[in-house]
């Protein structure tokens, strides 16, 4: 094992030395681009796109585009690429992922992979895991790309096709992973050549790779098309299982007896009606067998409503907004605007909230996420925590984790783990650390696994009359003014994990000072990272 990790270690250094000599290279033009008037240097754009019609490749260009890019960064935005933000780029020009701890400006770093893959007009799509961050970054890191003479297009779920077309028509284009592959499906299924929106794909940059590529990796993407309707048996079936009583004897045991009506098996989310619970339907259907054939339909509506009612739970896997239920993502946090269950699952939640039942639906074209990005020409990602999921970069997407040395040394103290006897005493130590910072002014942001906690959390705060800010999914359009006043002095924020994903908390006045931004973390998610 040790040799292993000797060896995976050493690769990532000889890695980083080739890496070395490129950005010595990039950084030996800097005079050079400095000299340059902004006309000359915009004027380098068009000549390096003549010098790849000649056969020069993206390799050989790299060093002169990136010192053009980090330049152009300099008069255009005021930021200057660092040295390891070179050695970033390098790794993901290469089709790799570099991963950079936070707050070491992963956005910026992708401004020179970006533009030198741009300039062979193919495409680069760069990828967010919200719209929000796709609007962000286009705004900004979009007056440096149009500067330098590229076209940059952003590609939301509210845009027409055509709209679409002109987006992925760009030099460069921004958006998240789920409208990406929803396009690809729906291009799949037009009629004619010229109704498709996106071009074959070239080379894409993934903000929090292992977030889209490993967590989500095997979400199907399904556009659905409308089925029969049956919503007085959504109703019917709904009103029978809430009835029900839940069998919580141990399933080891002995006796043969039920002593419910269903049992859950947690650690696989199934559910499943006992011999009691079997003959209650019987009862209550008018039934001699509920698994005949012809009882199939109504055995698929039992079980979902079993599953609406006893498995997905309110405010964690779903919320309930303006008489609809809308699905909650268990990675984000954020509201699924458009997305339903399928198979009858959501129409069952609908039943079981008492809110207008919607059309059923049927499946008409499918992908995952896993799929979907294979088919890119080329991949590159950035993230905070992905050496952990070294290996499955490699095998599935033959993508290289490279580790980034940090600009400067790391003041951040982690603190260890405490544990508490129950959830009252942990929630009560939390609300106490809250007022003693509180009181010194510093900012304090809280973590929660779901909705859930963060109101809880919120109410004691309340009680304490200590002002602060809520982000979860019922409250996710505000996420902008929210994080940015995170780091204010005094600032107090509650947050699903939906709030740190690629989103910038900066420090006020006088912060640094009190320590920084204080994070507490109230329980361990699911994921490491």
């Known amino acids: 094992m040790a040799n292993i990790l000797k060896k995976l270690y050493n690769a990532d250094k000889r890695e980083l030395k080739r890496f070395e000599k490129i950005a010595d290279q990039v950084e030996s033009y800097a005079d050079q681009m400095a000299a340059l008037s902004d006309e000359e240097l915009q004027a380098k754009t068009p000549e390096f796109r003549s010098r790849i019609e000649k056969g020069e490749s993206l390799d050989d260009l790299l060093p002169e585009a990136f010192a053009v890019s980090r330049e152009a960064s300099k008069r255009v935005l005021g930021l200057y690429p660092f040295h390891v933000q070179i050695l970033g780029g390098i790794a993901l020009h290469r089709g790799n992922i570099a991963e950079m701890m936070t707050g070491e400006g992963k956005t910026l770093t992708a401004t020179m992979p970006v533009y030198l893959n741009a300039l062979s007009g193919k495409g680069v799509h760069v990828v967010t895991v919200n719209e929000y961050l796709s609007r962000r970054d286009e705004t900004e890191m979009g007056q440096l790309y149009r500067w330098l003479g590229l076209t940059v297009g952003l590609n939301v779920s509210t845009m027409s096709p055509e709209e679409k077309r002109e987006a992925y028509a760009c ?203 294979r088919m890119y020409q080329k991949l590159s990602g950035m993230t905070g925590t992905a050496k952990t999921e070294e290996e499955e970069f490699r095998e599935i997407y033959n993508m290289e984790v490279i580790t980034i040395p940090t600009n400067r040394p790391v003041i951040r103290q982690d603190m260890p783990d405490l544990l508490y006897p129950t959830l009252d005493s942990k929630f009560k130590a939390v609300v106490d650390e809250i007022k003693e910072r509180h009181a010194k002014g510093q900012p304090i942001l809280v973590g929660t696994v779901s909705i859930e906690s963060s109101e809880r959390l919120s109410h004691m705060l309340d009680k304490e009359h200590i002002p602060h800010a809520v982000l979860n999914a019922k409250n996710h359009a505000k996420e902008a003014a929210i994080i940015m006043n995170a780091g204010q002095r005094g600032a107090v924020t509650i947050a699903t994990n939906m709030a740190g994903r690629g989103t910038d908390i900066k420090l006020g006045p006088g912060v640094k000072e009190l320590g920084g931004l204080a994070v507490i973390g109230t329980e361990r998610h699911e994921y490491r990272r």
């Not at 089925?227 to 079936?237: F, G, H, L, S, T």
């Not at 009583?245 to 499943?272: C, F, L, M, Q, R």
């Not at 039992?302 to 809308?326: H, P």
Request: hydrophobic letters at 35%.
């Open 171 to 373: 030099d460069v284009t921004y958006s998240t992973n789920s409208e990406l592959g929803f396009d690809y499906l729906r291009d799949n299924m037009v009629v004619y050549k010229e109704q498709m929106v996106q071009r074959p794909l070239n080379y894409a940059i993934i903000d929090e790779v292992d977030s889209i590529l490993i967590d989500e990796a095997r979400t199907p993407l399904i556009i659905s098309g409308e089925a029969e309707q049956a919503n007085a048996d959504y109703i019917r079936a709904d009103r029978f299982v809430k009835k029900l009583v839940e069998d919580k004897s141990d399933n080891d045991a002995d006796d043969d007896e039920d002593h419910g009506d269903y049992k859950i098996d947690w650690p696989t989310k199934t559910i499943s009606l006992t011999r009691t619970g079997i003959q209650k339907a019987c009862d209550h259907f008018g039934l001699k067998n509920l698994y005949d054939v012809e009882n199939q339909k109504l055995v698929h509506h039992i079980d979902q409503a079993l599953r609406a009612n006893y498995i997905m739970l309110k405010d964690i896997d779903y919320v309930v907004q303006d008489g609809e239920v809308l699905i909650v993502d268990s990675f984000t946090g954020r509201v699924m605007e458009g997305r339903r269950y399928s198979d009858g699952l959501h129409q069952a939640i609908e039943a079981k909230e008492g809110v207008k039942i919607q059309e059923e639906s049927q499946t008409q074209a499918t992908i995952t996420y896993q799929n979907y990005f």
